[in-house]
């Protein structure tokens, strides 16, 4: 992993003044929703001046950016995965992404449509190439690393991570009670391992998954994973 520690320039109070406004605008948007909150609520809120917010965050967007930065940070840095095979090693990591997030599932679901529409400050924008890729190997680390790898090792593990998009949406959306349905879901993910394995032997399958996995970058992703690593 790379190493994360304080931005050169910054000095601790800068630091705690920035977290400070930080916290407040994520309770904002949790409480208020992202289109009523101002920034210039939340420095009023903080008790501090526009022009020092505007320093840390000039938009709404970077709080969001910010967020995503901090929570695919505690993600990768408090995955621990076990010595097994590759679907196992998937649904774990699937899990575990979940557990980060379920205390901002609220703040989540309020700022969705800019992590997912908004091409300069969401989630599959170029300035959020840094947090994705951070997540991003962590799936290919869970396939490629897996007690018996299969083949198309590297492709398999960006699709888990395209995957696991589709599963924080089903989870954000998920009204069951405990959202019980995302747990069946992965339940029913795990239950599919014994029998994806043989599929990709199957003629023809790699050259698909390779396939499938350009069709994601090339309809989704400004900075596209490199080719030629499926194996």
């Known amino acids: 992993m790379t190493a994360?520690?304080?931005?050169?320039?910054?000095?601790?109070?800068?630091?705690?003044?920035?977290?400070?406004?930080?916290?407040?605008?994520?309770?904002?948007?949790?409480?208020?929703?992202?289109?009523?909150?101002?920034?210039?609520?939340?420095?009023?809120?903080?008790?501090?001046?526009p022009a020092l917010l505007y320093k840390y965050f000039p938009s709404?967007?970077?709080?969001?950016?910010?967020?995503?930065?901090?929570?695919?940070?505690?993600?990768?840095?408090?995955?621990?995965?076990?010595?097994?095979?590759?679907?196992?090693?998937?649904?774990?990591?699937?899990?575990?992404?979940?557990?980060?997030?379920?205390?901002?599932?609220?703040?989540?679901?309020?700022?969705?449509?800019?992590?997912?529409?908004?091409?300069?400050?969401?989630?599959l924008s170029r300035g959020a190439f840094a947090s994705r890729d951070r997540v991003r190997a962590c799936y290919v680390e869970a396939v490629a690393g897996s007690a018996h790898p299969p083949s198309h090792a590297v492709v398999l593990g960006r699709l888990a991570y395209f995957l696991q998009l589709g599963v924080l949406l089903w989870w954000l959306l998920d009204r069951s009670p405990d959202q019980r349905a995302t747990e069946g879901l992965l339940g029913m993910l795990e239950?599919?391992?014994?029998?994806?394995?043989?599929?990709?032997?199957?003629?023809?399958?790699?050259?698909?998954?390779?396939?499938?996995?350009?069709l994601v970058a090339d309809a989704l992703y400004d900075d596209p994973p490199p080719r030629g690593t499926g194996s």
């Open 4 to 49: 994360r520690g304080r931005p050169p320039g910054r000095t601790e109070k800068g630091e705690a003044s920035r977290a400070a406004l930080y916290a407040t605008a994520v309770k904002r948007f949790t409480e208020d929703g992202y289109e009523a909150t101002t920034l210039r609520g939340i420095a009023r809120e903080a008790g501090v001046s």
């Open 60 to 123: 709404k967007q970077a709080v969001v950016m910010a967020l995503y930065d901090d929570l695919s940070a505690r993600f990768a840095d408090g995955l621990a995965l076990p010595e097994a095979g590759w679907t196992v090693r998937v649904v774990t990591t699937l899990r575990f992404s979940l557990e980060v997030l379920v205390p901002h599932r609220a703040t989540l679901a309020t700022v969705l449509p800019v992590l997912l529409t908004d091409r300069e400050h969401g989630l």
């Open 191 to 214: 239950g599919l391992g014994p029998a994806l394995g043989p599929m990709l032997w199957i003629p023809g399958v790699g050259g698909t998954l390779e396939r499938l996995d350009t």
